[in-house]
């Protein structure tokens, strides 16, 4: 099998791949949320707390559709890895195929609904109308650019699937450089306000995109495709879409709890906004190490459920959880010592202590839960990784049902402090879900492609799961 740039993970030390697989996942989603980091730094510090609330005003709403769209591009990649871990060199090409074909289509309906209905989307979100209108300006923009931000999901996860890490990240570098020298431009020199920030994102995620492709068409033979392979095929499209859709909607119905959250959380005004949008995205960057962990254990769940190698899973998730829990305890330790400092990028502490201090007890109450929030994105992917994407889209129900609850009930009882809650009560919820279903998935799996090992040749009352791919 054609193997340039590309890398096997079901032969070799598990700690050590996924160590290596795992390393440029982080630095990429490290310059990643750098990006994201400077939209909201230089909002915060040049146009003011208003501005940054109206730009965190959209996190939700973003997350509904974004995420809608990311989910369908791991989701699409999933075949990929799988008919890779199987070394079937035509079913790859045909999975490529048919996740671009369905991509690009999906991508344009998603941004022309969403362009339409994002202000009274966050109208019905309870969205202040003091910063209404900048609020939909900043994320009407995002919304089209849905293209963009899949074309270069949707290459990184084709070429993460074949084993290929450092290629996405070499990209996304380069994006993160030029979405910061927008950023600047565009709101310091050209006085674009919030609209500034949200073309630098688009134009940054198309540079990116538009650079993985060119990588994966000159150095991938493995996609190098016939004739053969551009034929469409209604049933594999059926299979893709079994994989894609049920992980778009866990991302979407995960949103909706969110969506609740700030909703609850756009009730207690302007200062509690541009708190917990500072502090969220200190709290997004620590969670990096975990996207990074989450999005290895996909790939390497998928190529070792295609080799059938159920045991290199297991190990490999036993490595990666001890990896994540050393690293949720420094977390926490460095949120507790430098919460403050690292609020200072975004609030000025002087003009608005109150913001500052609702952003530290945001951010040190979700630290002290990152170790269930480890669990949520590891069990979740490697469950996904194996292809059961429907089992795993309830966890998401769980965690939709906890944000529900706290925004609800928790929030108009205890203010601010109950909205620190919700993360974590969502968390925890998924994890009493996402254990025991990891579980039983491995069991059933064993049962269905080793049945004659000790562990499956004696009965056993298990609950039937439906396998999407």
Not at 258 to 268: D, E, I, P, Y
Not at 305 to 321: E, F, P
Request: aromatic share 8%; hydrophobic share 55%.
């Amino acid at each position: 099998m054609s193997r340039t740039l590309t890398r096997d993970l079901t032969e070799g030390r598990p700690l050590r791949l996924i160590i290596s697989f795992a390393l440029p996942l982080l630095f990429g989603v490290l310059f990643q949320q750098l990006y994201s980091f400077v939209d909201t730094a230089v909002v915060g510090r040049f146009l003011g707390p208003e501005r940054l609330a109206a730009v965190g005003a959209t996190g939700s709403v973003n997350f509904l559709v974004i995420g809608l769209c990311l989910g369908l591009c791991s989701g699409f990649s999933i075949p990929i890895a799988q008919a890779f871990g199987a070394k079937d060199e035509s079913e790859v090409r045909r999975c490529v195929w048919h996740a671009v074909l369905l991509s690009a289509v999906l991508s344009l309906i998603f941004a022309v609904a969403s362009t339409l209905l994002c202000k009274p989307l966050l109208r019905l979100m309870n969205t202040p109308e003091e910063i209404l209108d900048h609020s939909a300006r900043y994320i009407g923009i995002i919304f089209a650019a849905i293209p963009c931000c899949v074309l270069y999901n949707m290459a990184g996860g084709i070429l993460r699937s074949l084993g290929d890490s450092r290629t996405p990240v070499v990209f996304l570098v380069l994006a993160s450089l030029v979405n910061i020298i927008l950023d600047l431009f565009l709101i310091i020199v050209c006085g674009m306000d919030v609209a500034g920030a949200a073309i630098a994102t688009a134009i940054s995620q198309l540079v990116s995109g538009v650079g993985c492709v060119v990588v994966m068409v000159r150095r991938f033979p493995i996609l190098h495709l016939s004739k053969e392979d551009r034929v469409f095929d209604p049933a594999l499209a059926r299979r893709m879409l079994g994989t894609g859709l049920p992980m778009g909607l866990q991302f979407s119905i995960t949103a909706i709890g969110s969506v609740m959250v700030q909703w609850s959380v756009n009730g207690l005004g302007v200062s509690a906004v541009a708190a917990i949008s500072g502090a969220g995205k200190l709290s997004m960057f620590f969670a990096c190490v975990f996207d990074a962990l989450s999005s290895t254990m996909a790939t390497y769940a998928g190529q070792n459920m295609g080799a059938r190698k159920l045991d290199r899973i297991h190990q490999g998730l036993r490595c990666t959880s001890v990896l994540g829990i050393v690293y949720c305890v420094l977390a926490f330790a460095v949120v507790r010592l430098f919460a403050g400092p690292m609020l200072s990028l975004f609030i000025d502490a002087e003009a608005a202590p109150d913001v500052t201090a609702m952003g530290i007890r945001y951010l040190t109450i979700n630290a002290a839960f990152y170790i269930p929030l480890l669990f949520v994105n590891i069990l979740r992917l490697s469950i996904q990784g194996m292809g059961f994407t429907r089992v795993a889209m309830l966890a998401g129900l769980f965690e939709m049902v906890a944000r529900t609850a706290v925004a609800l009930f928790v929030v108009p009882a205890a203010g601010f402090t109950g909205a620190c809650f919700a993360n974590p009560a969502a968390w925890v919820m998924a994890d009493v879900f996402l254990f025991p279903c990891y579980y039983q998935v491995m069991r059933s799996l064993r049962q269905r492609l080793m049945p004659d090992t000790p562990e499956t040749a004696a009965p056993k009352k298990i609950i039937r799961l439906r396998r999407a791919a």
